[in-house]
């Protein structure tokens, strides 16, 4: 099994920035992906970025030059510096690490993430 522990979520205040932070462990002999997914209420949960182990990063059209996504692939923890933050990421914020290309893989608890004045 692999465990992800979240942290970094808060409130902050529009054209603010937040750290989310994610730690995995356990069973993880290879990864193929660490990533960050976004949910609110009444929608399904969509990708804000992700960083394969090639290197290659993707991220949500929304996002793009205001997060950054890092990973550590020797701590197995992945970061996403949130910038210029507005109140439409305000979302729950789950961690995902895929250890296959074809699996769906395991997700971390969530945190929230408040963008409000």
């Known amino acids: 099994q692999v465990q992800l522990v979240e942290s970094g979520g808060g409130l902050v205040q529009p054209g603010g920035s937040l750290r989310l932070s994610c730690a995995a462990s356990?069973?993880?002999?290879?990864?193929?992906?660490m990533g960050w997914y976004r949910q609110t209420p009444g929608k399904q949960r969509e990708l804000v970025a992700s960083?394969?182990?090639?290197?290659?990063?993707n991220y949500a059209d929304s996002v793009k030059g205001r997060f950054t996504i890092s990973r550590d692939n020797a701590k197995n923890t992945v970061h996403l510096q949130m910038n210029s933050l507005k109140p439409e990421d305000t979302a729950v914020y789950y961690c995902?690490?895929?250890?296959?290309?074809?699996?769906?893989?395991?997700w971390g608890q969530g945190t929230q993430v408040t963008v409000s004045s």
């Open positions: 995902n690490l895929r250890r296959y290309y074809w699996e769906d893989g395991y």
């Open positions: 356990g069973s993880i002999f290879t990864i193929y992906s």
């Open positions: 960083k394969a182990s090639s290197s290659s990063t």
